[in-house]
């Protein structure tokens, strides 16, 4: 058996793969919630570069909220993992040198409050998905759940991230320690004046004095974000095969597309790693970018979920083999998404479309869709809903949208019990086209897979 990737064994590991920065050396500055396999596949990587190119204290410190193995893992690695890049052609495998520690947050949340108060972190990032913010979709205001309502108004130790947040600004506001950014790394619309109004509507709900509340006013910036990387589930053929690249064996190894994005407002009042000498686009605006995402990847990755899940492929890019879908899913883009918003100067949603359907046929991305159509109704309205009520506003018939629509509730139906799920599974795709509109036939491309 291969020893475990860790200091120790980094002499092992090729030249080429090793961290970009000495690993351990790199004083913490960053606190992220949410540490799973795509912050670790993307802000852990833009974060190493940057230092890397520029330097500076910005170690991440990251906190599981509830899962224990994973910090088990990096703990028994010196807080070290790789992340390899899938292509059809290659793959690329790098250890990841960002990680200063790492913390449980469910057994040991006081621990995350006196990070959040520490003045050494300026910054906390958040990968939480979209359901942990405790905020009703379609209003985005707080809408808690016992064990918030009871970290809101309680003096217990919290147990949700809302509580995590809204305990770790007032330590933070009563030990002095200085202004502090906090940044939704999540696909929620508007994610910085989302997550700005949560920690606003928490600190009103738990009646906190208005001292404290003044300080997060001027001290506590909430910029947007977009991301964006594929990251699928770690398999064991991903172990396997990062254990041969590397010599050594990595138990928090994880696997991502080639392609990553990410786009910041920059609003950092106690400064920030330099991310865009990490390729990070710092923005005053991110919001055009988050519809082009949300709307154009985001939505077409769930169109593809759904449909593919119904007719019963597996993966995602099994299920663009589909005869007709990458037409269908091209109309999608260019008759009701690409008219649903402004997108950011001098890009084209149409094009992006056909550089989203390329990634998505990465075959080595073995994204299941399952993985992709779960908690539809948390990501379908910044995803699919928001365009239909934008095209409708316009005057038009959204149609390939309200597919997308009606394939999540044939798919949620068909879960409902195994019976559904079968019936659904073996006769959706053979009626599919013969029960399309007369009035609005399929494309011509239908029967074929296109690459128009």
Not at 105 to 121: E, G, H, Q, R
Request: glycine content about 10%; aromatic content about 6%; overall charge positive.
């Amino acid at each position: 058996m291969a020893m475990r990737l860790g200091l120790g064994t980094l002499r092992q590991v090729p030249v080429e793969c090793r961290p970009r920065i000495r690993p351990g050396t790199v004083p913490a500055g960053i606190v992220h919630l949410g540490l799973g396999a795509f912050h670790r596949a993307h802000q852990a990587v833009y974060t190493e570069a940057a230092v890397a190119e520029a330097g500076g204290d910005w170690g991440i410190v990251g906190v599981a909220p509830r899962s224990t193995e994973v910090i088990g893992r990096l703990a028994e690695q010196d807080n070290l993992f790789s992340v390899t890049s899938l292509s059809n052609d290659a793959a690329r495998t790098h250890v990841v040198g960002s990680l200063a520690g790492v913390c449980h947050a469910a057994s040991d949340p006081m621990a995350v409050v006196a990070l959040l108060a520490d003045p050494a972190i300026r910054v906390v990032t958040l990968t939480v998905t979209e359901k942990a913010y405790q905020m009703d979709p379609a209003t985005g205001r707080l809408r808690p759940d016992p064990a918030v309502a009871a970290d809101l108004v309680g003096d217990g130790p919290p147990a949700t991230v809302p509580g995590l947040l809204v305990r770790g600004l007032i330590a933070r506001a009563r030990a002095g320690a200085g202004p502090i950014a906090l940044v939704s790394c999540d696909n929620l619309p508007s994610n910085g004046k989302r997550l700005h109004g949560l920690v606003t509507q928490a600190l009103a709900y738990g009646g906190t004095a208005e001292a404290l509340v003044a300080w997060v006013n001027d001290n506590v910036a909430f910029p947007g974000t977009m991301v964006d990387r594929i990251v699928p589930a770690t398999t064991a053929e991903t172990l396997a095969t990062v254990e041969r690249v590397l010599g050594v064996s990595d138990q928090a190894a994880v696997a991502a597309e080639p392609y990553q994005q990410w786009v910041i407002e920059d609003d950092f009042p106690a400064g920030r790693p330099a991310w865009e000498r990490a390729g990070a686009v710092l923005t005053g605006d991110a919001s055009p970018w988050e519809r082009l995402k949300l709307r154009s990847l985001n939505g077409v990755h769930s169109a593809i979920a759904y449909l593919g899940a119904l007719a019963g492929r597996e993966m995602i890019a099994e299920a663009l083999e589909i005869p007709g879908m990458s037409a269908m899913l091209r109309r999608f883009v260019a008759e009701d998404v690409a008219g649903s918003f402004t997108p950011p100067d001098g890009v084209s949603v149409v094009e992006y479309g056909d550089s989203v359907l390329e990634r998505f046929a990465n075959a080595a991305i073995r994204h299941r869709t399952i993985q992709v159509a779960m908690d539809g109704s948390q990501k379908l309205p910044q995803r699919v809903l928001h365009t239909l009520v934008d095209r409708r506003a316009a005057g038009a018939s959204p149609r390939w949208g309200a597919l997308v629509l009606a394939a999540w509730m044939r798919f949620v139906q068909g879960r409902a019990t195994p019976a559904s799920r079968s019936r659904w599974t073996t006769r959706w795709p053979s009626g599919f086209a013969r029960r399309w509109p007369t009035a609005n036939p399929p494309p011509r491309a239908w029967s074929t897979r296109s690459s128009a």
